[in-house]
């Protein structure tokens, strides 16, 4: 009987750490997205949040001429709470009441260059805490190999929050590698248009010149006979 009572604890306690995980891993979300803003035009993008929580927007540009772009964050409750105007990258970060926020993108100051731009959102606290309190409630006394509950959950956090810095510092590392390439792509472009314009001038010139002097050289006048 005591056999199967301390089976039972240690059965319990694995349940409650596994649901701890759980809980840990989904109380921070990540999400990223690269879309085309068209000249002349602005796009808006919403995320549902929750009281007290976390929202993080980092975005780049990433192609289009100056590589720049306006932005504003907007409240549920219609405030204006973050701008920046013709910037090529900014982050921002608000803790947040419950409601949907609104974040757009501006292109409309420009004519004729569409821009590429890539965002990052970062949730966190997004979970309910609720259902751990009562797990930790439930195995409150059960001590599996002298380590604590909190102890382990200290851990865990610790763990996610490094991940998931990892993971945002690699997304921002594409970001940037695809912002160089698109401006190693455009100026690749530049200097072959513009050696070839040279080119073509140079012939031209040269043909000239080589006219000029041959009419410098050539006697008109008739000769009797």
């Not at 796009?43 to 980092?58: G, H, P, V």
């Not at 504003?72 to 900014?90: F, M, N, V």
Request: with cysteine; aromatic share 10%.
């Amino acid at each position: 009987m005591r056999w199967s009572m301390e089976v039972l604890r240690v059965c319990v306690a694995c349940l409650s750490l596994c649901v701890c995980v759980i809980s840990a891993f989904s109380q921070s979300l990540d999400g990223d997205f690269t879309f085309s803003l068209p000249a002349g035009r602005s796009e808006c993008f919403f995320q549902t949040m929750k009281k007290d929580a976390s929202l993080e927007i980092e975005y780049q540009v990433l192609d289009g001429a100056s590589l720049d772009v306006d932005f504003y964050l907007q409240s549920p409750s219609g405030h204006i709470i973050a701008t920046d105007h013709r910037k090529s990258d900014g982050v921002h970060t608000v803790e947040t009441e419950e409601g949907d926020y609104m974040f757009c993108f501006d292109n409309t100051f420009s004519a004729v260059s569409e821009k590429v731009i890539f965002f990052e959102l970062i949730l966190d606290n997004m979970g309910d805490a609720e259902e751990l309190e009562d797990w930790k409630a439930y195995v409150q006394g059960a001590d599996l190999l002298d380590m604590k509950l909190e102890d382990i959950m200290d851990t865990i956090n610790s763990v996610k929050s490094r991940l998931g810095k990892s993971l945002q510092i690699q997304t921002l590392l594409k970001a940037f590698e695809a912002r160089d390439r698109n401006l190693q792509d455009s100026n690749y472009e530049r200097v072959n248009l513009w050696s070839c314009t040279n080119l073509i001038v140079m012939v031209i010139v040269s043909g000239v010149q080589v006219y000029l002097l041959r009419s410098l050289f050539d006697d008109k006048r008739k000769t009797p006979t």
